[in-house]
Every structure is written in structure tokens, then in C-alpha cells.
């Protein structure tokens, strides 16, 4: 029988992210310090321990002092947590127990599917010929651009994970953001801040495409929202689907990508034109029953035509083919 893992009540744990490829090297390693920092960041953003942030911060020795909270409330988090975990208080589970006594282990992957949208690490994005590091994370009445530098688990006593994105974010202030008359925004991807407070929960980012910025040029990037189409977890609409899962959702590189139709930039004025892809589907009228003695005709009739494609048409026998 297939094992499950166990499942925990918290919201920041999510069953619908999926870390992928070979963990990485030494030198991506988090230290001490970032995994003291990593789980600072989950307990301050977890929505179950807000109720404990605010009794710390209400203490007359802390008295609203919001560095000293930083620095103390992880050992007064864990000392509560022993303290009442038999009693029957509403703000206490099991979970955050496990959360208090800090994570076990931190591994840290390049790649991560989040809700079938894939993510990569930006120093292996830049050896392929798609797009995925590109992150956006919405704060309070600011939105943060960078690109993804890490995937890091951290793993929690009894196999709790909590899945964090470690990101290089760009600078967002007035001189590294610029917003045209036709609301396309503008990110001076040189630039970087926030090195202090990498990390945001995977399952909160949104995907971004950077298509190069024709006007201002160098490395200002046009920051696109990636919105994924169709995308279903089998496990949520109850469905099994035998043998491997499909490839997760991927967006193309801005160059050198083929199969391309020719969209016109906003801003008119420079007279440039950018390349990217058409996603419409092409479909034909099919008769079923039309009658043809030529097998050639009934593929023709039974696949869609890849009216972009400059390979070679498939030559495969469809002469079996049962409509």
C-alpha cells in the first residue's frame, strides 16, 4: 500500500508544492545564522502563532520594542508551547509544538512546482532555453520583483516541511521601477535589496516573465505575471492518472524561441516590435461521417495542424487509427 505523508494543520505547510531535482552543492548550503533566520521569518508570517506575537509584544518587558521581540520571541514561543501543551487551550496544537522546537534539518533544491507552475533557480535558468526564476511577492501596498536564487525545505520534527523561496530582489525604489502611460511596469533588474530578508513561503509567489525593456534598455526588464491556463491538481478533483505526471507549466525565454507571432510593443512610439508566443490553438471541423478511401485524408481529418512548427511533419502510421 502507498504511504501518505502525514498531514499537518498548519497554513503555511502546503501539500502543492513539490521540490525537484538533485539538492544542491556546499556552497548553497543555508548557515546557521540564515536557518535562525529562515525560521524567525515563518514563525513572525504564520497566521496560527499571531495570537503568541501579540501576548510577547503586550509583555511590559518588551512593551511594543519591536527589535527586542525579534530577538527574544523564538525562546518564549518555545517555552509556552511546553508549557500549556496539556492544556486545553484553543490557541495551542500539536503542530505548533512541532513548529517551536525549531527546524531539524534545511534542504535546499533549484527547482520547485507550485500549484503546476514550475520555478528555477536563477543560475539554472541561465543554461536553458525557458523562463522560470522570475518571482513576485505582494507586501503591505508594495510588490517585490526579484529573481528565485534557492528552493530551501525545512524540515520540522515527525517530517513537518515548510517551503521557502530564497530570492535576489531587486531594489524598489522610484529610480529602479518606472510605470508607463499604459501600465507596464518597468524593473532595473541591477539592482538589489533586501539581502537581509530573503526568504518568502513558496506557495505565496507569483511567477514573472522579464521581456527586455526596448526603451531604456540595459537591464531594465518589462515584468510580466505569468497566468498559467488549465492547470488542475489530479488529487484535487479526486482524479488518478496512471504513469508519469505531465511536464509542469513553463514559460519560453525572451530569446531565441521559435514558433513565435509578432505582437506590437505598447509604447508605439519607438516603432519596435517584440516576438512572443502565440498560445491560441488552432482547431479543424471534423465530419465523422465522412467517408475517404485514403488514409492520408483521415489523419489529416483526426490531428490538429502545428501551424507554426518548422519541423518535419510526423510520418508516423495512423492507418489503425478508430475514430
Not at 525604489?173 to 537581509?196: F, H, I, P, R
Not at 526588464?221 to 479526486?238: F, M, Q
Not at 488552432?282 to 489523419?299: A, C, K, L, Q
Amino acid at each position: 500500500m502507498e504511504e501518505h505523508a502525514p498531514w499537518f494543520n498548519l497554513s503555511i505547510v502546503s501539500s502543492d508544492v513539490e521540490v525537484g531535482g538533485a539538492r544542491l552543492s556546499a556552497e548553497y548550503a543555508l548557515s546557521d545564522e540564515e536557518i535562525a533566520i529562515a525560521h524567525w521569518w515563518v514563525l513572525i508570517n504564520c497566521e496560527e502563532v499571531k495570537y503568541w506575537k501579540e501576548l510577547h509584544l503586550n509583555f511590559p518587558e518588551v512593551d511594543g520594542d519591536l527589535e527586542y521581540h525579534n530577538m527574544t520571541f523564538a525562546n518564549y514561543f518555545r517555552t509556552w508551547m511546553d508549557m500549556i501543551k496539556s492544556d486545553d487551550n484553543p490557541n495551542w496544537s500539536h503542530e505548533l509544538l512541532l513548529l517551536a522546537m525549531q527546524p531539524q534539518r534545511a534542504r535546499v533544491y533549484p527547482t520547485c512546482t507550485v500549484n503546476g507552475v514550475k520555478f528555477v533557480s536563477e543560475e539554472r535558468d541561465s543554461r536553458r532555453r525557458t523562463q522560470n526564476s522570475g518571482v513576485m511577492a505582494k507586501g503591505h501596498g508594495l510588490d517585490y520583483y526579484g529573481v528565485l536564487h534557492s528552493v530551501v525545505e525545512l524540515v520540522y520534527a515527525e517530517g513537518m516541511k515548510v517551503h521557502l523561496f530564497k530570492c535576489r530582489w531587486f531594489d524598489t525604489g522610484a529610480q529602479s521601477m518606472k510605470m508607463d502611460q499604459y501600465g507596464n511596469l518597468s524593473v532595473n533588474t541591477a539592482t538589489s535589496a533586501y539581502e537581509d530578508d530573503p526568504f518568502v513561503f513558496a506557495k505565496s509567489v507569483k511567477q514573472v516573465f522579464y521581456l527586455d525593456d526596448l526603451a531604456r534598455g540595459d537591464a531594465w526588464k518589462i515584468a510580466n505575471i505569468v497566468h498559467p491556463r488549465n492547470i488542475y491538481r489530479a488529487a484535487t478533483l479526486g482524479v488518478t492518472i496512471p504513469g508519469p505526471e505531465a511536464d509542469a507549466y513553463q514559460e519560453p525565454n525572451a530569446v531565441g524561441i521559435h514558433d513565435v507571432a509578432t505582437v506590437r510593443q505598447n509604447n508605439v512610439k519607438h516603432g519596435r516590435v517584440l516576438r512572443i508566443r502565440d498560445e491560441d490553438s488552432t482547431f479543424i471541423d471534423v465530419d465523422p461521417n465522412e467517408e475517404t478511401d485514403d488514409d492520408s485524408d483521415d489523419e489529416l481529418r483526426h490531428r490538429l495542424p502545428d501551424i507554426n512548427s518548422d519541423t518535419e511533419e510526423d510520418s508516423s502510421d495512423d492507418s489503425d487509427y478508430e475514430p
